[in-house]
């Protein structure tokens, strides 16, 4: 399947199924810290960029496994980019509702939340997980480098207006770089902002994984501690989540190779689907798919390697696979 992958085991969400509503990296912003890469289309357009009814498809086929459903907690909805900008997105989470008897979680950048169509179709979702890395033009340009069409003052009262519509549960994530959006001013401009919100938790995230750019760093774990205490202090009716450590710590969490059966190859393809989304460690790889141990992922991989299917990057004291 082309825009179904996993399940995956999801810190947040438990055994959660993803779907994916583009085929290539279209977004309005170009951060510097994105596990999937490049924007190749930097664009505020809503558009059918993959055909509504090829994933309507997809996800009705899908879901006619009654053994393989029971196994999921989530369906995420998520895009390589920001998936609001598909204009087939409300029909998609609505198509969702009706078929699955599942809880709907939606990752977004929260950047298209001025638009009152989008937050209609978005309060379709159990979860919306929206991001807010910055409340200061400077270092919000900075680190999330976006389109000309995007606006902060507009982005930020979209996600307010959000947030008191709706009716399900709220996560604002924030990512903290070392350097470029951790200073205390920029604590402070994302307290105001969620001092006008109603949010259910708040997820504090750093540089984690492989980033678009060398220069997109952690946080140290002295600081992610200091902000994630200051976040507290002032929220303390809210959750305040820490979804990996600084620097210094880890984060919990079409060729065949040849002589592999056809189960190894079905199993190699999932994990060349769970790539192309972000860069994984063979622990992870083995964690959403037991493969009998790392050294096995290793094993399955190592012709990818030889062919450049497949690299590898080293990010802190981690190898990580990426396509």
Not at 75 to 104: C, D, N, Q, Y
Not at 118 to 141: C, H, N, Q, Y
Request: glycine letters at 8%; one cysteine or more; aromatic letters at 6%.
């Amino acid at each position: 399947m082309d825009h179904i992958f996993g399940p995956v085991n999801s810190r947040r969400l438990g055994r959660s199924l993803g779907i994916d509503l583009f085929s290539e990296k279209i977004c309005n912003l170009n951060c510097i810290y994105c596990e999937v890469g490049a924007t190749r289309q930097l664009t505020c357009d809503r558009a059918e960029y993959v055909p509504t009814e090829k994933i309507l498809h997809e996800i009705d086929n899908y879901f006619q496994d009654a053994d393989r459903v029971r196994k999921i907690d989530f369906v995420t909805v998520t895009a390589s980019g920001e998936p609001t900008l598909h204009s087939g997105f409300g029909r998609i989470l609505s198509h969702l509702k009706k078929k699955i008897g599942k809880k709907i979680a939606v990752l977004t950048n929260g950047t298209t939340l001025m638009d009152t169509q989008v937050r209609r179709e978005l309060s379709l979702a159990d979860v919306v997980i929206p991001s807010l890395d910055s409340a200061l033009e400077k270092s919000f340009r900075k680190i999330d480098r976006p389109a000309g069409c995007v606006h902060l003052d507009e982005v930020i009262e979209g996600l307010v207006a959000f947030s008191h519509e709706y009716q399900g549960q709220l996560w604002l994530e924030i990512l903290f770089a070392g350097g470029i959006n951790d200073a205390d001013a920029d604590i402070r401009a994302l307290q105001e902002v969620i001092n006008r919100m109603r949010v259910d938790r708040i997820q504090l995230n750093t540089v984690a994984r492989p980033p678009l750019e060398s220069f997109a760093r952690p946080v140290t774990e002295d600081r992610f501690q200091k902000i994630a205490a200051v976040m507290r202090k002032h929220n303390p009716d809210v959750a305040v989540d820490m979804l990996a450590g600084g620097a210094g710590t880890g984060d919990d969490t079409h060729a065949s190779p040849t002589g592999q059966t056809g189960d190894q190859q079905d199993l190699v393809a999932e994990i060349l689907q769970m790539l192309k989304r972000r860069p994984c460690t063979a622990a992870d790889i083995n964690t959403v798919f037991p493969c009998g141990g790392p050294e096995k992922v290793e094993q399955y991989l190592s012709p990818l390697l030889r062919s450049g299917r497949v690299r590898t990057r080293v990010h802190g004291d981690r190898v990580y696979y990426s396509l």
